[in-house]
């Protein structure tokens, strides 16, 4: 941008925009100290200063775009820029003196004018409209000072379209709603899997394959848009990876996720059926008991106990690994170290790959049969057993009881059939 100039001095960096005319500090966080040079590299400020390390302010595109200094009473979307598509990155280390690496993100930097109090929302695209992925600000007090540590999709919460029964934005604290400039990191990933786990749940998602995107910028009712590119790693395309391998890795990595999703969705739903069939066992043999003390043995009550027992523990027990030391791996682990093959590094998936996914597919499939059915059988396991029996006495009492729980079983092993 013509007058845009950078100057390191003896007690840090300063910016112009208007080639020298005026000067204004430009030291965000970085220490009060003498910079020895500045170099501008794929967008980023990096600041060499003496005696204090580098430092490196990640994409100043907004810097360059002229409506920054001009303060409206309308929100402004400013364009992100070009950003490659790195998989991995360096992670920071306990030290404090270790270097602070951010993950890979696009920066998305938006202004709200003075007093604006409306609700905000922020959506991603990409080239043929389909929705990646959308946020919105976190409703649960106030919104915190950003560090710049936080990425997009880190310690967010669902938000739900009851509706549709589909979850429509993410809240988090990352995405601001008050006046003042702000930036948000999208960090180039769709939405990750279902977890029982509240602070585990819709993580790491895979990545988004190159192309162009919008982000959509929502504040009230006004929506603002901005399109920018996600651009293979260089790397990846000297290897020889092209688009195409791309696109199959990612289509086959969502198929994955579906499965875990569903997978994970189904353990709180049996392990809710199977306590409230514990308890209804429970309640249905005390009242035997208590009703008549003629009424079989023992061996007839736990004969009782089991008539139209769903086999709850048998779909979780292929679903989740057993706890203890060298376990086998169930069907969910099982899903989850295929999903983190596939995303280790940007290749096309090999045959054995799609193999394993319709392996799992399969035996995901039969779980689902045997929880439907699990989940179906107490209901008309109840509904059979409310109906009332006539009252006789002496052996007799014990025949027509026991006959009525046959009649329960009978009418269980129709339906499934």
Do not use: C
């Not at 948000?184 to 895979?206: C, I, L, Q, S, V």
């Not at 919008?214 to 790397?235: A, Y």
């Not at 006539?390 to 009492?397: D, E, I």
């Amino acid at each position: 941008r013509p007058g845009l100039l950078f100057a390191g001095t003896d007690v840090g960096v300063f910016v112009s925009f208007d080639d020298g005319e005026r000067w204004q500090p430009f030291q965000q966080n970085l220490p009060l100290t003498q910079v020895s040079d500045l170099k501008l590299h794929r967008d980023d400020l990096v600041v060499s200063t003496m005696g204090r390390g580098f430092w490196v302010a990640d994409k100043i595109a907004t810097l360059r775009d002229s409506r920054l200094l001009k303060e409206g009473e309308v929100p402004e979307l400013f364009a992100p820029a070009d950003t490659i598509r790195y998989r991995q990155n360096f992670r920071s280390g306990d030290d404090p003196a270790d270097p602070d690496y951010p993950a890979p993100a696009v920066y998305i930097d938006y202004r709200l004018p003075a007093g604006s109090s409306d609700p905000v929302t922020l959506e991603i695209f990409d080239a043929i409209g389909d929705r990646v992925n959308g946020y919105t600000v976190k409703r649960d007090g106030e919104n915190t000072e950003d560090d710049g540590s936080a990425q997009a999709g880190q310690g967010t919460t669902a938000q739900q379209d009851m509706a549709l029964s589909a979850t429509q934005f993410f809240e988090t604290s990352d995405l601001k709603s008050g006046p003042g400039l702000h930036r948000f990191a999208w960090d180039m990933r769709y939405r990750g899997a279902w977890h029982e786990e509240e602070d585990r749940r819709y993580k790491n998602g895979p990545l988004v394959s190159p192309g162009r995107y919008t982000v959509r910028l929502g504040v009230g009712e006004e929506q603002f848009e901005q399109s920018f590119d996600v651009l293979v790693d260089p790397r990846v395309k000297a290897q020889g990876v092209s688009q195409d391998d791309i696109e199959m890795q990612l289509a086959l990595q969502r198929e994955v996720l579906s499965l875990i999703d569903e997978a994970r969705r189904m353990v709180p739903r049996l392990e809710e059926a199977q306590a409230s069939r514990d308890d209804d066992e429970t309640g249905m043999a005390d009242a035997a008991s208590a009703q008549d003390t003629n009424v079989g043995n023992e061996s007839d009550q736990r004969s009782r106990a089991e008539v139209a027992k769903p086999p709850f523990d048998t779909a979780l027990a292929l679903l989740e690994t057993e706890e203890g030391t060298y376990m086998p791996p169930r069907l969910i682990d099982q899903l989850n170290y295929l999903y983190f093959m596939l995303s280790r590094a940007d290749q096309r998936p090999g045959r054995d790959a799609f193999e394993r996914r319709t392996a799992l597919s399969n035996q995901l499939a039969g779980v689902r049969e045997m929880v439907d059915d699990s989940l179906e059988q107490p209901l008309q396991a109840r509904a059979a057993g409310s109906q009332p029996q006539k009252s006789v006495g002496g052996r007799n009492s014990r025949n027509a009881n026991v006959s009525g729980s046959a009649g329960v079983s009978a009418n269980v092993s129709e339906a499934n059939q």
